[in-house]
């Protein structure tokens, strides 16, 4: 019942120009006014989150993927603070959070996830949303892109932010025009899928 409490302020982010109370057993849990994003995240999370929170902001042909993760100083030892809106419908999705994870790399201490509130914009015909009968669960037509997309938005978040290194400098030297072009590109990202797809199950666990 505390996880309920806890997430439906975060899990109404899309509600932005909403204010709205939670009221439990006659005590007010929240009471929230129109905010921004950031804020209202802050307002439910906790100063502590709002005051680490990483922007992303990426638009593909295929989607436009915005919101926040927090970065390193608030890491979560479960996927609890994990939210995802597709077409600004609440839903999880274990590939995401694998895009994630793969996202901040080897550096995320082992038992730890990063925490995210994300949201997707995307045609409808890529997504089907009755794959489970409360609809909190979806499938994209399109699993290996989704998470190269993902993986890679995020990433580009975190060198911006300075929270991972830009780039690996083992790369041979007939990529480095491409890599200064385009940096974590959806090609790039595609070319680490196949080695990471193995480890996905594993990295989810937990």
């Given at each position: 019942?505390?996880?309920?409490?806890?997430s439906?302020?975060?899990r109404?982010?899309?509600?932005?120009?909403?204010?709205?109370?939670?009221?439990?057993?006659?005590?007010?849990?929240?009471?929230?006014?129109?905010a921004?994003?950031?804020?209202?995240?802050?307002?439910?999370?906790?100063s502590?989150?709002?005051?680490?929170?990483i922007e992303?902001?990426?638009?593909?042909a295929?989607?436009?993927?915005?919101g926040?993760?927090?970065?390193?100083d608030?890491?979560?030892?479960s996927?609890?603070?994990?939210?995802?809106?597709?077409?600004?419908r609440?839903?999880?999705?274990?590939?995401?959070?694998?895009?994630?994870?793969a996202?901040?790399?080897?550096s995320i201490?082992?038992?730890t996830f990063?925490?995210?509130?994300l949201?997707?914009?995307?045609?409808?015909?890529?997504?089907?949303v009755?794959v489970?009968?409360?609809?909190s669960?979806?499938?994209f037509?399109?699993?290996?892109?989704?998470?190269?997309?993902?993986?890679?938005?995020?990433?580009?978040?975190?060198?911006?932010?300075?929270?991972?290194?830009e780039?690996q400098?083992?790369?041979?030297?007939?990529?480095?025009?491409?890599?200064r072009?385009?940096?974590s590109?959806?090609?790039d990202?595609?070319?680490?899928?196949?080695?990471?797809?193995?480890?996905?199950?594993r990295?989810?666990?937990?």
């Amino acid at each position: 019942a505390h996880r309920d409490l806890h997430s439906f302020p975060t899990r109404r982010s899309s509600d932005l120009d909403i204010g709205f109370a939670l009221v439990n057993e006659g005590k007010e849990i929240y009471n929230l006014k129109p905010a921004p994003l950031k804020e209202r995240i802050g307002q439910v999370l906790g100063s502590r989150v709002g005051d680490n929170l990483i922007e992303v902001n990426d638009d593909t042909a295929v989607m436009e993927i915005t919101g926040f993760v927090g970065n390193f100083d608030v890491l979560r030892k479960s996927r609890n603070d994990q939210y995802l809106f597709v077409n600004k419908r609440y839903v999880n999705d274990r590939t995401i959070s694998a895009a994630l994870f793969a996202a901040f790399g080897e550096s995320i201490p082992k038992g730890t996830f990063p925490l995210y509130i994300l949201f997707f914009e995307i045609d409808p015909e890529r997504v089907d949303v009755n794959v489970h009968p409360t609809k909190s669960e979806v499938k994209f037509a399109d699993q290996q892109m989704m998470y190269s997309l993902v993986r890679g938005a995020v990433k580009r978040a975190l060198i911006t932010d300075n929270i991972i290194p830009e780039m690996q400098h083992d790369r041979s030297a007939s990529h480095n025009d491409f890599d200064r072009r385009f940096g974590s590109s959806i090609v790039d990202d595609m070319r680490h899928f196949s080695a990471e797809r193995g480890q996905i199950d594993r990295k989810s666990v937990g």
